[in-house]
């Protein structure tokens, strides 16, 4: 395919998902589900291209999303919570009083400020967590991938157990946790952030770097006589991976709009690496395409699963609360076993193969015509 | 802190770390034998708590608990069977993957099967018997729990040094292919780590359970990766280490607890793994590998 | 600046109580090609693999263009096992990661082929380039450096034309038959724009004609990059054939060096290599 037509071709596509983001904010009350599943689902997508950044492309086996995302949540919590609110927020112990200063000042500012602020907000909470990923990439990254993965996720409790101890108490509002936090504006502001943070992935993993993190993934000792750095590159996914794990924290915390440290536990980042697998490990477009996928399926489309049926009288047997996580902890298990590719395998989405199915389509239709003429 | 209470906070350290020892020499083991982070170790270890609640609501402890070890292993095993073992050339990711699929499995089975609420643990009459010595009073469970897992780990050393099918698994642990090609059958030997893994799983989850009275889905993950701390402390692959390492944590948490860090009795772990795997990589009885270019 | 590129000095490599490098020292001059012969497990790629920075020998130094790249010591453990030679000689430690020593300028290839496997041979040759890139992360994701970057592209083409891999540069590395793959190493070793290449059997499973056209391709490179070789190799006629000096090594230690007919006649060589009938025993 020409290189004008596939240009078109992408404007084409994203115009048509900024339609329907459009529309659905304009018929929010009627599509309730859609809006809220779908938004959780591009939220999602940008921690799974996140994760997959570094697990998938960098093959660093790292498990730690979920303290990362707890930083930017939290973070993001802090600075966006109304100061009107903060007594209802913070009604055990009280908020430390320079955060309340600082709130007050920026309320004070001119109204274009509090306009960006949710944006400078959601890059505070990223720079947070990159700084706690530098601080603890020197450590971890040495280690073998087995010991990464257990070091990364032991991380994320230690997270987990600073944010919800009672010493946080005036700051994090300890294990009670932070509610009242501002959303999003509409779906189109979310789809925009989440854009972004997948454009910058997505073309940083083109680029000479990112193939870099491909060179440590297939060989090391190959990629470090080559002249890269290992721990250097390695130290780079593992930042760049946690400032967007920790945006789109911060964004989660702006959608559920209220959140505890529990909502930060390994549970989530299994349900990432979910995500991860069944798109498959090394393509972004994968990522992107399964969060949407299982999000919809989880929270919507198979939440019958968690219901009694009953057709005709006859109780379906199973189901019921807490089947649909079974079904989708067996569709883990049967992707790693028997379909370790997932939905993309290493490939990306691209026109060119677009263009090959429909023809490779068109020609089986076109060979079935063909050989019904012979006979 | 008087010496009464210092005394008994040891006490139940000792007690806490016993029954992380036994959990922890699954976790060496496998990973001696697979290199592989049996994150569903964890996860057996709970699901081994489910079974003593149903096996007790009808069954006198005499058979109840032969019965939990026997379902134990079995589910163990069966694990094995099912989700690593067809993954022996994959790459190390996707068998980690597996493990973490089949731990995911088990906590949501365990959610949909018996709900998320907090299950009441049967109380074994003469576990719970109380003593006293001087000022000290524990239920006999405490004390029961490190000499019993003194006395599993001498048979288990025992068998791993002294036995035919502990020699299989010494010479798979080194060298996977070599001792298949001396005509060591591998799944057989993998299979019986499982079991033995398992079988300590079952015995430390009765010991653990019965101090702490309730099981829910959860149960396993932290006690499971805080034994896997426990492994890599004392060295992974090694069973003295293991013990060592499970005793070592288990004491430590009791005093963070009792001196009101209780938050941080979890996060102390890991912040104890990341020290370890920094200077001392190979733990206290490990041996250090060179890698081959 | 003096003519030599590299100089081994005093090298013994210890693994606990097994020298595998017993006091090596050779020196290679500019654009020579120079082999290093031996045995199997005489402790050729060992040798290689100190100079590359893979392991830190116990003993000795490396200098590359006069400037010291590797230098250690016996210390801890080793202080007591040490066997070797030159033992209070050496006082320093400077240590080059491999990364580092690549970027001075020295390239490699490897004996069990390391391709990244699943990468296109364009990929691969491409991926060596991303070291001399001036770019940072950011500027590469914004594609400020797009010049840069074409220029990089160019390069690997040019690359790939060179060493006859244009037909195949769209294929994954480990699909490629074996000869095409050793090529494609030494295109992508070639890529880090090295001054002195080092080829670990670079021979190795190749048939008779393929090994006589290696040799032919081997001279090549060394006009067209105005290159330094060093090469480990078994294939006597390959070495016979390009070498300008011939190490050997037996057990760890050198027993001969010199040109290709010096070594030819050589007793010790021959002995090493045939063995020597154990008489009077």
Wanted: proline share 3%.
């Amino acid at each position: 395919m020409k290189k004008s037509r596939k240009v078109i071709a992408s404007v084409l596509l994203a115009l048509l998902i900024l339609a329907l983001f459009m529309f659905l904010d304009a018929n929010k009350a009627r599509y309730g589900m859609a809006y809220t599943v779908l938004q959780k689902g591009i939220i999602m997508a940008v921690v799974a291209v996140s994760m997959n950044l570094v697990t998938g492309f960098t093959g660093l086996f790292s498990l730690g999303q979920a303290g990362f995302m707890a930083i930017g949540a939290y973070v993001t919590a802090i600075f966006m919570i109304p100061a009107e609110h903060i007594q209802d927020v913070y009604y055990i112990s009280g908020i430390s009083p320079a955060i309340l200063e600082f709130k007050l000042w920026l309320e004070s500012l001119p109204s274009w400020v509090q306009a960006i602020s949710p944006y400078f907000t959601l890059l505070l909470g990223g720079l947070v967590a990159a700084l706690c990923a530098a601080l603890i990439g020197i450590p971890v990254l040495r280690l073998k991938s087995d010991y990464l993965a257990i070091a990364t996720l032991g991380f994320s409790e230690i997270v987990r157990a600073i944010i919800s101890s009672p010493q946080m108490d005036t700051i994090t509002n300890g294990s009670y946790g932070l509610k009242k936090i501002p959303g999003f504006s509409s779906m189109v502001q979310t789809g925009i952030i989440a854009a972004v943070c997948i454009a910058f992935m997505v073309l940083l993993l083109q680029s000479t770097y990112g193939r870099a993190f491909k060179a440590i993934r297939e060989d090391e000792t190959a990629a470090e006589a080559m002249g890269i750095n290992l721990f250097k590159h390695k130290q780079l996914s593992f930042i760049i991976g946690s400032f967007f794990s920790a945006v789109a924290g911060g964004m989660l915390a702006m959608f559920m709009r209220s959140i505890d440290s529990k909502t930060f536990s390994i549970t989530l980042t299994y349900d990432i690496l979910l995500i991860v697998v069944i798109g498959g490990i090394g393509s972004a477009t994968g990522s992107i395409i399964s969060a949407i996928l299982v999000t919809l399926s989880k929270e919507w489309w198979l939440r019958f699963f968690d219901n009694p049926l009953s057709i005709g009288g006859f109780k379906v047997p199973l189901f019921r609360t807490g089947f649909r996580m079974v079904i989708f902890s067996i569709i883990l298990l049967v992707v790693v076993l028997f379909y370790q590719r997932g939905i993309m395998g290493k490939n990306e989405f691209s026109w060119e193969r677009v263009g090959n199915r429909m023809k490779g389509l068109k020609d089986m239709i076109g060979s079935k015509k063909g050989g019904a003429k012979d006979v | 802190m008087s010496l009464t209470t210092f005394l008994q906070h040891s006490l139940t350290g000792i007690s806490l770390g016993g029954s992380y020892a036994l959990i922890a020499i699954g976790y060496t083991m496998v990973y001696g034998i697979l290199r592989l982070i049996n994150f569903a170790h964890g996860d057996i270890f709970m699901m081994a708590g489910y079974f003593m609640i149903f096996a007790m609501a009808s069954l006198p402890w005499a058979i109840s608990i032969p019965l939990v070890i026997i379902l134990t292993v079995i589910l163990g095993v069966s694990i094995e069977r099912i989700a690593y073992k067809p993954l022996r050339t994959a790459p190390r990711m996707s068998i980690m993957i597996s493990a973490i699929g089949v731990s995911y499995l088990l906590q949501n089975l365990a959610t949909y099967l018996f709900t998320a609420l907090p299950r009441a643990y049967p109380e074994i009459p003469f576990l719970k018997k109380i003593f006293r010595i001087g000022d000290l009073s524990a239920s006999l469970v405490t004390l029961i729990t490190p000499i019993l897992t003194i006395i599993l780990v001498f048979c288990l050393l025992f068998l791993i040094n002294k036995t035919k099918s502990g020699m299989a698994m010494r010479a798979v642990s080194k060298d996977f292919e070599t001792a298949q090609l001396m005509g060591i059958k591998l799944n057989n030997t993998i299979s019986y780590t499982f079991l033995i893994g398992s079988f300590l799983a079952a015995v430390g989850s009765i010991l653990y359970f019965t101090d702490r009275m309730s099981v829910t889905p959860f149960s396993g993950t932290l006690p499971g990766l805080k034994c896997f701390v426990a492994a890599v402390l004392g060295g992974i692959g090694s069973i003295p280490g293991a013990v060592v390492g499970g005793f070592l944590i288990g004491i430590c948490e009791t005093f963070l607890v009792a001196f009101g860090y209780s938050t941080f009795s979890d996060a102390f772990t890991f912040i104890l793994l990341i020290v370890i795997l920094l200077f001392r990589p190979t733990g206290l009885f490990g041996e250090k590998i060179i890698d081959k270019v | 600046m003096s003519n030599l590129v590299l100089r081994i000095e005093d090298i013994t490599m210890q693994f606990g109580g097994v020298i595998a490098v017993d006091n090596l020292s050779l020196e290679i001059n500019k654009n020579e090609i120079v082999s290093l012969i031996g045995p199997n497990g005489a402790g050729k790629t060992t040798a290689f693999n100190v100079v590359t920075g893979v392991y830190a020998p116990t003993n000795g130094a490396v200098y590359f263009k006069d400037k010291v790249i590797t230098s250690n010591f016996p210390k801890g453990q080793m202080k007591k096992l040490y066997a070797g030679a030159n033992k209070d000689k050496y006082t320093s430690t400077v240590k080059n990661t491999p990364d580092m020593i690549t970027k001075l300028g020295m390239a490699r290839t490897f004996q069990n082929i390391r391709l990244f496997k699943e990468l296109t041979a364009f990929e691969n040759v491409l991926i060596a380039k991303h070291m001399r890139a001036k770019a940072n992360f950011l500027s590469a994701s914004l594609r400020i450096n797009h010049k840069e970057e074409k220029a990089m592209h160019e390069d690997t083409l040019k690359l790939l034309d060179i060493l006859g891999l244009t037909d195949v540069k769209d294929e994954v590395a480990h699909s490629l038959p074996y000869g095409q793959q050793r090529h494609l190493e030494i295109a992508r070793a070639l890529a880090t724009s090295p001054e002195l290449l080092l080829l670990d059997e670079p021979a190795a499973g190749m048939n008779p004609q393929e090994t006589d056209e290696l040799a032919a391709f081997i001279y090549d490179l060394r006009k067209k990059f105005d290159l330094t070789i060093f090469v480990i190799e078994h294939h006597m006629d390959l070495v016979m054939d390009i070498s300008d000096r011939i190490y050997v090594l037996d057990f760890g230690k050198l027993i001969a060096t010199g040109t290709p007919q010096e070594i030819q006649n050589n007793q010790r060589v021959i002995d090493a290599y045939l063995g020597v009938p154990e008489d009077g025993e």
